[in-house]
Structure formats: structure tokens, C-alpha cells
């Protein structure tokens, strides 16, 4: 099951294989972000990060029904759905630390993840932002008589600006074909929703639009995936928007330099008890799928080439300086 | 824990204190809020997490939540909020975490706020400061490390401000708030940890539309702002020729008399821009100086700037995309000696688009 010599777009489409190949992703995702952290703490890199510890199954039971041609909208906590989408560990490290084998040579950072093959817009370090891109992206793919979606990942936080609401009123007055999946973690940076928001169930608000809007268990990525499966080709078929609200937790705080001291007791340990990685661990233990050492060797496989991943992306150079004039406009403008 | 702020005294602090600029910038907030019951601070995250650069760290603690005010991801709505507060009796102090979330809420500052003087005769001025972290040098990426400065000076009706460090972080802060009119300071972030001793007070205050001469000097006048200020006396420290730095501390009005007398003295003028080279506030600067003191001029007034690229994230990138202070002595020497700058870097390097 090495997958190092697959293309970001053959490791997007083993996603749809089965639940095994879907806990190996959220385990390489896990280890890509401690080794991200690590990195941080050991001081290889400067700025911020933001990570997904306890998000994983999200991002990989929605890439693992998506099509290539759905154009894809993510936030500033965009590793998972990077790596969900098939962008390589590599490319992921790589663009973290400012190299040059990043998936945007270094140029862009932890925040600004991309990959035109697999349909990753770069994504969006301004709350919101993305909201009304995935809407157009929507109305573009209608207009042109395709079957592809729109897809905007936000938080829970992004829904109290004007740019969401203004997206969602316009993906329904226009019949947009896209799906809002707001991942609602409980904390909008370091606020805790009750402080910042009249309720939590933020699927309220998609309704509030007068489109189909439900909330979802986000801890467990195969009822999670059957419910974007049905959602997407529901949207497919009526070229309607719809809203996904995910119920999920991140372990980490906002971003590296939060501790996170404003977490009740024992709440994260009550997440813990639901981890995506566990529960799916035991789902293909339970349904026969897979034995106990051949998830272990599973695990190690993945924890190997990370570690490789990392070292390589170490090892790279970074970016020469003409990098930093290339891309600003055409070439020759017409 | 969080640490604590620096002064939890009662009363306005006074004497000398030696703090980080994020620090000083808290401290003069705390200053105005003793001395004004209707100073109130508004913001993501600024209260129970004490703001993520740590300048509103232990206000909450002091003032309660009434007056510390965290808000949600809405910049349009506290922003506006704030207008609307601040033409009812109450003096805002707005936070807005990264120049950049400025953008969703420009019309409020820019449409509203700056113009309600103006659209009211008079009658509703708008007692609102905007405070928010800029510029690059700590690796956040294109969309977290802009000055953009550029967005807001040229709108009649708006003060604007670059804080260089702990004292003028200070003293413009409340300044800020305690004007009438709608003042942004902005807080370089690569200036939040670095430490200085100054005289707290309210003599500490720096009038807005004031600059500062920094060093004294005869052979040529360099003017920054915010983060290149610290560049240039770096630049200075050890040269042969004798600068005169001006810190122009505000932008938006700009002090044209300290910058022309300087000038009249040295005859020579270079200004180091943290912004790209179009459309940057130094361009408006040369072209008074130009205009003013063409005739005495002893040579073309020199912009320092960032090349015209948004700010890349390789740290080896992003480090030579800042004015360097290795570029502002190449620059002088280059004046000094042939009477004519160097084209940039990136033209000299052959690097450019």
C-alpha cells in the first residue's frame, strides 16, 4: 500500500477504495500535523500554523466522494483537506517549511495549501473568504452545463461574518449547485462559540436560506462520508445549494502559539473518547476488514513515510529569489 | 498561565518603564481607560485571551468584560458597531487583529467613520481608534504580513499612524484615543517583542501629524515609518556619513515642515518605504520635497521600497523582500558618491518581473 510515487490525483481517488484506505489517510494526516508542530517547536520554520488533530475524518470522507472537476474552497486550517484531496505529505511539509518542493514552492506557507488537479483553490487565510468563491465556482460549472459542484470548508467561527451570508442568500436566489460543509469545532480562535454565537447549531443557519440544511456526527468518517454522498448527488441531480453542519472538535488550539487554557475540564478528553482514528480503527476490526497487525503495520507504514516526507522536505532547498517575481500578473498582458 | 499585564496599579502609570512595544501599546490603552470611563476596547480575542500579540493582556481583568469587549469573526459589524458608539458618548478602541481583516470592513472605516464629520456639518465626529498588527518578518504568508497603509491614506477625514516601537507605539496610542476624529495606528508586528525604556505619562503622548528627528545629521535626510525606522539606525550606527533620520511616526497628515527644513539642511533626501514601490506613501513624499526644493536639491530624492510582489513566505524570500539595512547603505554610499542611487535590487540583480 506505498503510495509515494502516486500523483496528488491517484491519491485523492484511492480515497473511494474503502474504509481502510480511508483510516490510512486520517493516520497520515494525524502524523503529518504532529510532525508539522514538532517542526514548529524545534524551530525549522517561522510564522504560524493551524492544525487538524480530531478534524481528519471530515475532510476524508468529503474528498472521498468528491470528483476532480468540484472546485474545492478551505481555510487557513487547510492540511487535512490538502492531504485529503491528495496533495502529497511532501508537498504539504515542504510548503510549511518554505521550500521549494511545496505544493506552491514555498512562495505561500502553512495557510496557503493549493493544487489546480485535484480542484484546491489556494486557500484562504480571511475568515469567510472562500464562502462566495465556491458559490461562483457553482454557478460557472451550472452555467456551462456540467454536473460539477462548488464545495466551500469553513468553521464555525466564519459563519458571524458578512461574507457567509451573503454567499449562502446568493447561492439560493441563484440555485447555486455547491454544499456549505461548516466543520463546527466549538471555537472561533480562541473564543468558545457560546461567546460569539446565539447557538450551536449553526445547520440553523443554512435553513435560515431556505435550503437543505442538517448537522452531522464529524467524528466518524463513514457515516460522515455516506452523508456527503448523499448530499452531493442530491445537489448533482437538482443544482440546489446545500448545507452540512459537521459536529467536531480540534484538539490543538487556534494556531501554534495557543495553549488553549480556555477549554472547560475534561472536554477534550470526552472528544478523545471519539477519536476518528479509534472509531474507525474499531469499526474495520468489528466488520472483519482488516486484523489488528495489519493496522499496525498500517500505522508504521504511514509513520515511516511521513518521517521520510519530512526529512526530504528538510532537505530541500527553498525557493530562488526570482520566485518571488513569478506569478504576479500574465506574462504579456493582451 | 497568561502573564499578567505590566502595570496593575490604579491611577496612570509615570516614570520610566522598559516593555515590549505590544506592552507599551497595552499600557497607554490602560492609561486612557483609568483616566476616561468611556474609553472601551473592542475586538477578537482581546479580552479573556488578552489579544493574540498580547497588547490588551490583563484588561479585562481591570476593566470587566463591559468595557473589554471580545466579538466575534464580524469586522463589518464591530467596526460599524463602534462608529455608532462612538458618536453616543463612548470612545471606542478597535482592534483589528491583522491589517488585512481590514478589508471586509473597509467601507465602515473609510465611508462611514471618516466622513461622518464632514456629512453631519459638524455635528457627529467620530472618536474612534483603530488599532491593528502590519507588515511582514514573521513568516505569515501573503494574506497576514502587508503595511497596506496604502488602503487608508488619501481618505480626507482619516488620521493614520505607524508606531516604530515601545515609546511611539505609546504615545501614538493615545493620542489616537484621544482624538476626536477617526485615527488608525498601525503596530508592525516584527516590533511587538522588542523592548525599550521610556518616560510613561501623559507628557508621552506624540501630537498626530508630528514626525520626530531621530538622529541629527548633514549629509542627507532619511525618512522612514513603523518598521523601517529601527532599519535605518541600524543602517546609521556605524556609517561614515552623518544621516538625519526622521521617524515620520504619522502619514496621514504628514509633518511637511520637519521633512522640508530637514531636507533644506542636507539637501538630500532618501525615504524607506515597508510598502511596494507603486503607489506608496513615500511617492508623495518625493513629490513635495521635488516640487518644494527642486532647485536646492543636490540630488533626486531616493525611494527604498519592496519590490512590487505580495510578501512570499520562504524566509530567505521574505527577508530580502523587506528594506534591508544593507540596501539603505548601499543606497547612500551610492548617493554620497556618484550624486544618483542605485536602481533597486531586484533591477540590479536582474531578478525582477
Known sequence: ?334 | MRSKGVCRVAGESSGNVRLRMNQAIGLAIADEMRSDNSVVVWGEDVGAAGGVFKVTDGLIEEFGSDRVRDTPISETGFLGAAIGAAVSGLRPVVEIMFIEFLGVALDQLVTEAALFRYLSAGAYPVPLALRASAGGGLGFGAQHSGMLERWLIGTPGLTVAVASGARTGYGLTRAAIRSNDPVVVLEPRRLYAERETFEAGPDAVISLGTAEIVQSGTDATIIGLGGTVPVIQEAAADAEWSAEIIDLLTIAPWDRATVLSSAARTNRVVIVEESPETGGWGAHVASVISAEMFSSLKAPVVRITTPDVPVPFAPELEDRFLPTTKEVTHQIECLLSTGAPDPPWWVREGVTL
Not at chain 1, 508539522?36 to 468529503?62: K, N, P, W, Y
Not at chain 1, 488537479?117 to 480571511?126: D, Q, Y
Not at chain 1, 448527488?233 to 445549494?241: E, M, T
Not at chain 1, 467536531?248 to 502559539?257: C, L, M, N, Q, V
Request: aromatic residues 6%; glycine residues 10%.
Open chain 1, 1 to 334: 500500500m506505498t503510495t509515494t510515487e502516486l500523483t496528488p490525483l491517484d491519491r485523492r481517488s484511492l480515497l473511494g477504495n474503502g474504509p481502510v484506505e480511508r483510516l490510512e489517510r486520517m493516520m497520515e494526516i494525524r502524523e503529518v500535523e504532529d510532525a508539522i508542530v514538532q517542526l514548529f517547536m524545534d524551530g525549522h520554520v517561522r510564522g504560524s500554523t493551524h492544525t487538524t488533530q480530531g478534524q481528519e475524518a471530515v475532510s476524508v470522507a468529503l474528498a472521498s466522494v468528491l470528483k476532480p472537476t468540484d472546485l474545492v474552497t478551505c481555510t487557513y486550517r487547510g492540511h487535512a483537506a490538502a492531504l485529503s484531496l491528495g496533495i502529497l505529505p511532501i508537498q504539504v511539509i515542504g510548503e510549511v517549511l518554505g521550500r521549494r518542493i511545496g505544493n506552491v514552492g514555498g512562495i505561500g506557507g502553512s495557510m496557503h495549501l493549493c493544487d489546480q488537479s485535484v480542484g484546491l483553490l489556494p486557500t484562504f487565510a480571511i475568515v469567510g473568504a472562500g464562502i462566495p468563491v465556491a458559490v461562483g465556482a457553482a454557478i460557472a460549472a451550472k452555467q456551462q452545463g456540467t454536473d460539477s459542484i462548488g464545495v466551500a470548508m469553513f468553521g464555525d467561527g466564519a459563519t458571524n461574518i458578512g461574507a457567509f451570508h451573503e454567499g449562502l442568500n446568493l447561492a439560493r436566489v441563484w440555485d447555486a449547485p455547491v454544499l456549505f460543509v461548516c466543520e463546527n469545532n466549538l471555537y472561533g480562535e480562541y473564543s468558545p462559540i457560546r461567546t460569539t454565537t446565539p447557538f450551536e447549531d449553526l445547520y440553523r443557519r443554512g435553513a435560515s436560506y431556505d435550503m437543505a440544511s442538517r448537522a452531522v456526527d464529524g467524528q466518524d468518517v463513514e457515516t460522515l462520508r455516506d452523508a456527503f454522498a448523499k448530499e452531493i448527488a442530491a445537489i448533482r441531480q437538482d443544482s440546489l445549494p446545500r448545507f452540512l453542519e459537521i459536529k467536531t472538535y480540534r484538539y490543538a488550539g487556534h494556531s501554534r502559539t495557543d495553549p488553549a487554557l480556555y477549554r472547560p475540564e475534561g472536554e477534550k478528553d470526552r472528544w478523545l473518547e471519539r477519536d476518528p482514528i479509534n472509531l474507525a480503527t474499531a469499526a474495520i476490526l468489528k466488520a472483519g476488514l482488516a486484523d489488528e497487525a495489519l493496522l499496525n503495520e498500517l500505522r508504521l507504514t504511514v509513520k515511516a513515510r511521513v518521517v521520510v516526507a519530512v526529512q526530504s522536505a528538510m532537505d530541500s532547498p527553498g525557493p530562488e529569489l526570482s520566485a518571488m517575481f513569478a506569478n504576479i500578473i500574465a506574462e504579456k498582458t493582451p
